[in-house]
């Protein structure tokens, strides 16, 4: 009598789970993507004998009023008379705003480099994968924020950006 009962609880337990869970699950799905914000950067460049153009769609995912994380993907085409880069790769970013106009971010860059040089001698390929860790700080107002990054890990021999401090403008939807 006592396994009976005892079966009797466990399918009886069983059931209301599982059914709690599979009521709740379509309400719990919704709120994941409520939260979920896209956004990104495009970039254009044009000179005499050179363009540049470049795409990041970013995806992230606001934890609350305060914190966000997400993931972008980057890529850069260059060229300046015969010399060409290309560059792409991914990055993870997170979002702090200890008050409602300033926030803080971390980015952790990894960029595939391949670059192409002519100067008319020789042709030189140089491919190699190129980190960057960006820190920074901006003005955000809703979804959009203005502001300047450092690449603590900035190398002038390696680094496709010009400079170790980057100013940006986010725009999350």
């Given at each position: 009598m006592?396994?009976f009962?005892?079966k009797?609880?466990?399918v009886?337990?069983?059931?209301?789970?599982?059914?709690t869970?599979?009521?709740?699950n379509?309400m719990?799905r919704s709120?994941?993507?409520n939260?979920?914000?896209?956004?990104?950067?495009?970039g254009?460049?044009?000179?005499?004998?050179g363009f540049n153009?470049?795409i990041s769609?970013?995806?992230?995912?606001?934890?609350?009023?305060?914190f966000a994380?997400?993931?972008?993907?980057?890529f850069n085409?260059a060229?300046?008379n015969?010399d060409?880069?290309?560059?792409?790769?991914?990055?993870?970013?997170s979002l702090y705003?200890p008050?409602p106009y300033?926030?803080?971010?971390?980015?952790?860059?990894?960029?595939?480099?391949n670059r192409?040089f002519?100067d008319g001698t020789?042709?030189?390929?140089?491919?190699?994968?190129?980190p960057?860790l960006?820190l920074?700080?901006?003005?955000?107002?809703?979804?959009f924020?203005?502001g300047?990054?450092?690449?603590?890990l900035y190398?002038?021999?390696?680094?496709?950006?010009?400079?170790a401090w980057?100013p940006?403008v986010r725009?999350f939807?």
């Amino acid at each position: 009598m006592a396994k009976f009962f005892l079966k009797s609880f466990v399918v009886l337990f069983c059931v209301l789970t599982c059914n709690t869970l599979f009521a709740q699950n379509p309400m719990n799905r919704s709120n994941f993507w409520n939260r979920v914000r896209f956004g990104g950067g495009v970039g254009l460049g044009f000179t005499n004998g050179g363009f540049n153009g470049s795409i990041s769609p970013s995806a992230i995912y606001q934890f609350n009023d305060q914190f966000a994380s997400g993931l972008s993907l980057n890529f850069n085409y260059a060229k300046f008379n015969d010399d060409k880069l290309l560059a792409y790769g991914g990055s993870v970013l997170s979002l702090y705003n200890p008050v409602p106009y300033l926030q803080l971010s971390a980015e952790l860059e990894q960029l595939r480099i391949n670059r192409e040089f002519d100067d008319g001698t020789f042709r030189l390929e140089d491919n190699y994968w190129s980190p960057a860790l960006f820190l920074g700080i901006g003005y955000t107002d809703r979804n959009f924020t203005l502001g300047i990054r450092y690449d603590v890990l900035y190398d002038d021999e390696k680094s496709i950006y010009a400079n170790a401090w980057m100013p940006f403008v986010r725009v999350f939807f």
